[in-house]
């Protein structure tokens, strides 16, 4: 097998390898969205430390942040050495899905996650100095294949499932998103 050597072919390789991540993106969200729809998903719950749970997933959109000169600031001291008992897996997909989208919507400024607990359980928070959502479209952005606008969803792409998806998972959890 001959190397891919030549910086066009880096480009072209790298291009085909992300375009492969968000086809399969779009399955999983698909997937995901039909199970919840059933009522056939299933929770696993276990017992982890939230902390370092939250730490992991935001460390994976720091190279993607810091490339966009974004600033993605994580606000967990409060729950340090928490441990909690839930479906960290999916725990992750929500953060995920969130962090996603502050991160699809803002161009500049900063992007916060904060996380802290609020009477028996956690309030986490995604703030972020994106475009924002007009107040008439925030009731629907959980509802499946919905988006801000037509121009938004022109303009930025996505499935506008991540919120939908994110809302059944929350619920299922036992939680509330808005």
Same mark, same amino acid.
């Given at each position: 097998?001959?190397?891919?050597?030549?910086?066009?072919?880096?480009?072209?390789?790298?291009?085909?390898?992300?375009?492969?991540?968000?086809?399969?993106?779009?399955?999983?969200?698909?997937?995901?969205?039909?199970?919840?729809?059933?009522?056939? *998903?299933?929770?696993?719950?276990?017992?982890?430390?939230?902390?370092?749970?939250?730490?992991?997933?935001?460390?994976?959109?720091?190279?993607?942040?810091?490339?966009?000169?974004?600033?993605?600031?994580?606000?967990?001291?409060?729950?340090?050495?928490?441990?909690?008992?839930?479906?960290?897996?999916?725990?992750?997909?929500?953060?995920?899905?969130?962090?996603?989208?502050?991160?699809?919507?803002?161009?500049?400024?900063?992007?916060?996650?904060?996380?802290?607990?609020?009477?028996?359980?956690? *309030?986490?928070?995604?703030?972020?100095?994106?475009?924002?959502?007009?107040?008439?479209?925030?009731?629907?952005?959980?509802?499946?294949?919905?988006?801000?606008?037509?121009?938004?969803?022109?303009?930025?792409?996505?499935?506008?499932?991540?919120?939908?998806?994110?809302?059944?998972?929350?619920?299922?959890?036992?939680?509330?998103?808005?």
């Amino acid at each position: 097998r001959e190397l891919v050597t030549r910086p066009e072919e880096v480009v072209l390789v790298d291009h085909i390898r992300r375009s492969t991540e968000q086809l399969l993106q779009v399955v999983n969200d698909l997937l995901d969205f039909s199970q919840l729809q059933a009522g056939r *998903l299933t929770l696993h719950p276990e017992a982890f430390a939230l902390r370092e749970t939250v730490a992991a997933v935001i460390a994976n959109y720091e190279e993607t942040a810091h490339a966009k000169n974004v600033a993605l600031i994580l606000q967990a001291d409060d729950v340090s050495g928490m441990w909690v008992k839930g479906d960290r897996q999916r725990l992750a997909q929500v953060l995920k899905h969130l962090l996603d989208n502050a991160l699809k919507f803002t161009a500049q400024g900063s992007i916060w996650l904060r996380v802290q607990p609020v009477d028996g359980g956690v *309030l986490f928070e995604v703030q972020d100095t994106g475009i924002g959502i007009a107040s008439g479209r925030q009731p629907h952005i959980f509802q499946g294949f919905a988006y801000a606008d037509v121009q938004t969803h022109r303009s930025y792409g996505g499935t506008g499932l991540g919120l939908a998806i994110c809302e059944r998972l929350v619920s299922l959890q036992g939680g509330t998103i808005g």
